[in-house]
């Protein structure tokens, strides 16, 4: 991996950490699936506006395509960590969060667009482990509801981490940018109806507007951009590299910003999470080092 996809993927990590406590503040109030749908719209509305003044053509053609990664991509796990933040603390979505690195680590190679090694298998279980101790060992008890928003952030990793060799194959063929428009616009279908339907009960207060804007034109529609052009160059398991990262902003910035409590299972799990980063993305710093790079 480059030093400067490096970057790009940090920079990546502190965009998407932060979209975790903001939801925390905003789907409280607008409700999981009306969060969802506006973020959706909003990064919609950017995206057009970016593909009209870079002249970018719309891949019409390949709607099915688009339709099914909205889905996967967008707008079911859009809905699901909007859903978790409600019964979680922000720092605990985004742990979870994580795994969709092990999801795609192992779904890239049964595509056949990475390799499986031991490393990457270890990575994994160290993943793993390190979400069961969050979940254990955190400062909040493992209630139904806690275990039903980790079930929820869960399914959302597993949404991301299966889409990822997917998006690859496709990233070579089309654009980023003409990827990500579609990508969202196709996804508005899937989320209205539940979006629609729990409008009527939402509060705008002006915190949860401001949310859905910043989501909408950083967090989703840019951050996707990016994260499509450095998928052309990378593998599918290293352009997931943030997921391993977000936790350290998430977890971070839900302490600073929203008085999050940390505990022993966030310590422990926390760290095992960042081994497992590095043994999946196969990222090796001292690398750099010895060839004399940064």
């Known amino acids: 991996m480059k030093a400067s996809h490096f970057l790009q993927l940090l920079l990546l990590s502190a965009l ?66 909007s859903q978790a933040s409600i019964w979680l603390p922000a720092g605990y979505v985004a742990l979870v969060n994580s795994t969709g690195v092990i999801y795609g680590t192992l779904i890239s190679a049964w595509f056949k667009e990475d390799r ?33 928003g980790t079930l929820a952030a869960s399914l ?33 279908p899937w989320i209205a109806p539940l979006g629609l339907t729990a409008l009527p009960q939402a509060q705008f207060s002006t915190s949860a507007v401001l949310v859905v804007l910043v989501l909408g034109v950083f967090t989703s529609s840019l ?30 910035w839900g302490h600073l910003a929203l008085g999050e409590a ?9 760290a095992l999470v960042l081994v497992a980063g590095v043994l999946v993305t196969d990222l090796r710093p001292w690398r750099f080092l010895r060839a004399g790079r940064p």
């Open 16 to 81: 998407w950490g932060g979209t975790f406590p903001m939801m925390r503040i905003a789907s409280p109030q607008l409700g999981p699936s009306v969060l969802a749908m506006g973020r959706i719209v909003v990064a919609t509305a950017t995206l057009a506006l970016l593909m009209r003044l870079l002249g970018q053509r719309w891949p019409w053609r390949d709607w099915r395509e688009m339709t099914l990664l909205s889905l996967i991509v967008v707008a079911a796990p859009f809905f699901l960590f």
């Open 116 to 148: 499986l090694t031991a490393g990457k298998l270890v990575g994994c279980l160290c993943g793993a482990v390190g979400v069961a101790l969050i979940v254990q060992l955190g400062p909040i008890q493992p209630t139904p509801t806690v275990l039903l």
């Open 156 to 188: 959302g990793a597993v949404c991301f981490g299966f889409s990822i060799p997917m998006m690859k194959r496709t990233a070579r063929r089309i654009d980023p940018l003409a990827i990500a428009g579609p990508l969202h616009l196709f996804a508005i």
């Open 223 to 252: 951050a996707f951009w990016l994260q499509l052009r450095i998928l052309r160059h990378t593998s599918p398991v290293a352009s997931m590299m943030p997921m391993f990262f977000v936790p350290l902003f998430g977890v971070a």
């Open 262 to 270: 940390l505990g022993t299972g966030i310590y422990l799990g926390g």
